[in-house]
């Protein structure tokens, strides 16, 4: 932050230290704001010099927690460090790292100190950083001798904390502590642990970046790479389950890198990038695709398009609170290259590609561009490459003001000017864009931005002022100047500062109302970019200040929005009963109906996923509170204008009742004079874009649900085609058939659950109805997408209406699938998706010849289609348990383990169990279709040796089983081992030994550290 600022924020509260005791009771008694949390306040609102004036006298102020005064040094330290990463002079930054050193030296001058070995790690890390700086901008041999120093010197303390944790680690190991009894000693073995394993990563770091300050670190460095390695293999190996273990694979490329060992590099750095997506593993997976991309890049050709794949992914999915990290920064840096390597492949890529990558190249340097760091020299090369030079952006200053009252003056004059420039660049904004309009509104963009900058420099300077005799109201206006003047300029921490103080130091006025609304609304700005695991402290603020406007400011509607961000945030941490608690004690009114609908929506949310989780029976009562909340939302609307919001709720609250079985109470809400979707989508549109899909989903499911109770259902039927029909209106051309695709799919499988969950009756009924209403779309539409979805729904429903454990169907279960298998047969020419449910369709029928002729026309063109696969697969089985000859039947069984249909390579086209488990194992996308192909391959030898009563053949089927039971104890699920369990004893039985099933089964306990 300025200079200027921080010695007005010093002045400021340090007068208010000296000259008020109440003020000083605030920051450091015990019944007040905590001395800790007030020094981690200003830190974070970059107020470092009030900070260090405050330690300076923290024995003076009554009742500082003894720990606290005992580690004024090392809190020095950190706020100096906090100084020197947020200053913007090389000069300033040093002076702040070279007090954050000395105050680190003093305080590790007490040995036994508890925090010790924190302050250690904070020495290393703070000489780490000094390695990190000295490479800033043009890098020469003087300034890499004395990164060099700093880097060596940082692996020397992070070597000294290892030892010091390895010999405590030891001893504890001796201890055997039970983390039950001695819950102290557990958490201060974790404690160490943790420590141990960050500094084994930071002196393994600390190692590789010193190398690289060598100009050929290969030969110069080897042994500093050599321990490097050795000690980041370890890591990998022994502490593979640990954050810091997985992330010595980033190290290990770096590594391979320096030595020259590309493909070694590029192992390592693929297995951090593909590594799973843990927030501790960010920032190495950032680095590890800067470091691959790097390596495409350094290709001849260069490999651009690999790199592009690698990185593209990663920098679409950096969150708002990474874009600073200087990882990002390299990704960004190296994605770059890849993309203006694209963009000048005349040879390879079409004109509009190459402009889009060299749109894209430069869009990710502007953006490195606005952070400083050590890339920032080459992202002005490759900018001015492209024709963009950059100039340092300076803040404007401004003349020191003679007291207050001149601060306030200018004040006023300088917010005039700002609303003149805002009203132009409203003005300019209704005319039409031309570079010269562009060039006019980005110079009065810059005037706004300075113009409030010295706006806040003066009133900040004013009230460096202020005594203890200062007229409070001139205060108050002045306070109330800059809150506003931060919050234009988005400065949002400083606005919770000053708009917090403004509203408790001025309650009832409307410049205190003002203030704290500001703060409010800039809180809810910084919980955007902070993670939720780190954002605790941000909405205690907002709690309490929502808390306070609302009790200060109780008649207010502008204060009472304050509840309504409360409720918010109770939502967002799923306390529900909280926020219901509030939105009932809110006014009646058009707000409060607005969240009992969302609070309605949430909780059925909730239910879902209780459901998914196993929960059903604590999921039931769930669901009837959010039925009686969204009703009351609903019944709550009134005028004409109906909200998106209230039409959605009004889907959801049809959705609940026509689970509930209460079709009729779903027609009366999707029907409603007032808040009925049907209607209002036709006069309002549809208030999102998946809407339409939802609403008509659910009218369907819920006019089935009435014709089923209907003695006459011929209305309700030409009512559910009319929908069908403005369900397919809704969605035309092709990016509209393939939403209409997807809305069908999910129908089908809506229908499938219900199905399964139904009664007999009820099931037989549903059967009926839906077939006469599917034959009535085929016969009078052409349309692709609605005869697919018909087909599918015949195949679902004749799988449903087949008896459990059937593979062919009979009956009327045939009858719909042979209905489905004459559309699909129609509608398939080349496409090879309705040919597969067109094969399936005649396995299911039990014609399977004519499946496998169909699977092996398909399989020549993609034999990769891995369902084709699995059935044809099927098809062999089942047709090989019809055979009546034995002979005859382990041919086919032979088949379906290990393929058929040689192709012109003398290959099988079709795999067989065999190989699509071979080709499946070790693919976590496959898993499921692993285990499924290991089950079949045990159960085709079972059935094959039992017909043809060979006990050898059926004994190879335990062998089957007992090996993946060896590999994977799991067995892919409890579902899964179930299914194998009970074959395996099946088996035993008829071999004649005991049906022991599988072992007992017991999850691995993870791996400890140290």
Not at 67 to 92: G, H, P, Y
Not at 214 to 238: C, G, S, V
Not at 397 to 415: G, H, M, V, Y
Request: with cysteine; net charge neutral.
């Amino acid at each position: 932050m300025p200079l200027l600022s921080r010695r007005f924020w010093s002045a400021c509260f340090l007068a208010a230290v000296v000259a008020n005791v109440s003020v000083t009771s605030h920051f450091a008694r015990a019944d007040g704001e905590p001395a800790e949390d007030f020094l981690k306040r200003l830190r974070a609102a970059r107020y470092f010099d009030t900070a260090i004036a405050y330690l300076n006298r923290l024995d003076q102020y009554p009742g500082v927690d003894p720990e606290l005064m005992s580690a004024v040094s090392l809190e020095k330290a950190q706020t100096f460090i906090d100084a020197a990463v947020a200053s913007r002079s090389n000069q300033e930054r040093e002076q702040f790292l070279d007090d954050a050193e000395t105050s680190l030296s003093e305080f590790l001058q007490k040995a036994n100190h508890p925090r010790a070995s924190e302050a250690q790690i904070q020495l290393g890390k703070l000489q780490l950083f000094r390695g990190n700086q000295s490479l800033m901008g043009e890098v020469d041999a003087e300034k890499s001798e004395q990164a060099r120093k700093h880097y060596l010197a940082s692996v020397k303390t992070f070597d000294a904390i290892i030892e010091n944790l390895k010999a405590k680690l030891a001893e504890m190991k001796g201890q055997k502590i039970d983390p039950d009894n001695e819950p102290e000693k557990a958490s201060l073995r974790d404690t160490y642990r943790f420590e141990y394993l960050q500094a084994q990563v930071s002196a393994g770091e600390t190692r590789v970046l010193a190398a690289k300050t060598f100009d050929d670190p290969p030969k110069q460095a080897k042994p500093i790479l050599d321990e490097a390695l050795k000690r980041f293999t370890e890591m990998a190996d022994k502490y593979a389950n640990y954050s810091q273990g997985a992330i010595a694979t980033l190290y290990l490329g770096q590594i391979q890198e320096l030595l020259g060992n590309k493909s070694k590099a590029i192992e390592h750095y693929k297995e951090m990038v593909e590594t799973i997506d843990a927030d501790p593993l960010r920032d190495a997976k950032f680095e590890a695709a800067a470091g691959l991309i790097n390596i495409y890049m350094g290709e001849s050709p260069s490999k651009f398009q690999a790199g592009i794949d690698v990185g593209k992914p990663l920098e679409k999915g950096i969150r708002p609170n990474e874009k600073t990290a200087t990882s990002v920064q390299r990704l960004r840096v190296a994605l770059a290259k890849a993309y203006l390597a694209k963009s000048v492949d005349k040879d390879n890529q079409k004109a509009t590609d190459m402009k889009r990558a060299k749109s894209s190249g430069r869009t990710l340097l502007n953006e490195a561009a606005k952070i400083p760091g050590a890339h920032t020299e080459e992202v002005k090369q490759l900018l001015s490459g492209l024709g963009i030079t950059q100039e340092e952006a300076k803040l404007p200053t401004a003349e020191q003001p003679k007291s207050l009252q001149d601060a306030l003056d200018s004040a006023r004059t300088i917010l005039a000017a700002t609303q003149n420039i805002e009203e132009s660049l409203k003005l300019l904004d209704q005319e039409k864009e031309t570079d010269e309009l562009k060039a006019q509104k980005e110079a009065l963009q810059d005037d706004l931005r300075n113009t409030y900058s010295i706006g806040v420099q003066i009133l900040r300077a004013g009230l460096g002022m202020a005594h203890s005799r200062t007229d409070t109201g001139l205060l108050t206006q002045a306070r109330h100047f800059l809150a506003y003047t931060l919050y234009r300029q988005k400065q949002y921490r400083d606005t919770v500062v000053v708009g917090s103080y403004l509203a408790r130091n001025a309650p009832g006025t409307e410049a205190g109302l003002q203030g704290g609304l500001w703060a409010l609304t800039s809180l809810q700005f910084l919980l955007i970019d902070v993670p939720k695991d780190e954002n605790d402290g941000l909405l205690t603020q907002l709690e309490q200040l929502g808390d306070f406007l609302m009790e200060t400011w109780p008649d207010n509607p502008d204060a009472a929005k304050a509840q309504g961000v409360r409720i918010q945030l109770l939502l967002q941490k799923d306390d529900y009963e909280g926020a219901k608690k509030l939105i009932a004690e809110m006014k009646k009114g058009p707000e409060q109906g607005t969240f009992q609908r969302l609070l309605g929506q949430l909780l059925y949310n909730r239910a879902l996923k209780m459901r998914i989780d196993g929960k059903g029976d604590q999921a039931a009562p769930i669901v009837a509170d959010a039925a009686q909340v969204l009703q009351t939302g609903l019944d709550s609307i009134s005028g004409n204008l109906i909200p998106g919001e209230a039409m959605q709720a009004a889907v959801v609250l049809a959705r609940v009742y026509q689970e509930q079985d209460n079709s009729s109470e779903a027609i009366k809400v999707l029907d409603h004079p007032r808040y009925g979707p049907m209607k209002l989508i036709k006069s309002q549109g549809p208030p999102n874009k998946n809407f339409t899909g939802d609403l008509y989903s659910i009218a369907i499911k819920v006019l089935f649900a009435e014709m089923i109770a209907a003695d006459d259902p011929e209305a309700l039927l030409k009512r559910s085609t009319g929908v069908m029909e403005e369900l397919r209106a809704a969605y035309p051309g092709k990016t509209g058939q393939e939403k209409l695709s997807r809305i069908y799919r999910r129908m089908a499988q809506d229908l499938s659950n219900e199905l399964k969950t139904a009664p007999p009756a009820k099931k037989d009924k549903l059967i009926k109805v839906f077939k006469v209403f599917l034959q009535r779309m085929v016969e009078t539409t052409n349309d692709e997408a609605t005869l697919n979805w018909a087909g599918q729904t015949l195949i679902v429903m004749g799988k449903e209406a087949m008896p459990p454990g059937a593979f062919k169907a009979t009956g009327q279960a045939a009858e719909l699938i042979q209905s489905a298998a004459d559309i699909f047969k129609k509608q398939m020419g080349n496409d090879l998706s309705k040919r597969y449910q067109y094969a399936s369709a005649l396995r299911l029928l039990g014609q399977y010849k004519s499946a496998l002729s169909e699977l092996e026309a398909i399989l020549k063109q993609n034999q990769m289609m891995l369902d084709a696969q699995i059935e044809a697969a099927l098809a062999y089985e089942y047709w090989a348990g019809e055979q009546k000859n034995a002979g005859l039947s382990s041919r086919v069984y032979n088949a379906a383990l290990s393929g058929g249909r040689p192709g012109a390579n003398g290959k099988n086209v079709i795999w067989g169990w065999g190989l699509i488990s071979k080709q499946t194992n070790g693919r976590k996308e496959f898993r499921d279709k692993f285990f499924q192909a290991r089950y079949h391959v045990g159960l085709c030898r079972y059935l094959e040796g039992k017909k043809a009563n060979k006990k050898a053949t059926m004994s190879q089927a335990i062998k089957d089983i007992t090996q993946i039971e060896a590999l994977y104890p799991d067995m892919g699920g409890a579902e899964q081992r179930a299914k194998f369990d009970a074959l395996l004893k099946e088996v035993q039985k008829a071999v004649g030994e005991k049906p022991t099933g599988l072992k007992p089964f017991k999850p691995a306990a993870a791996k400890a550290a140290a």
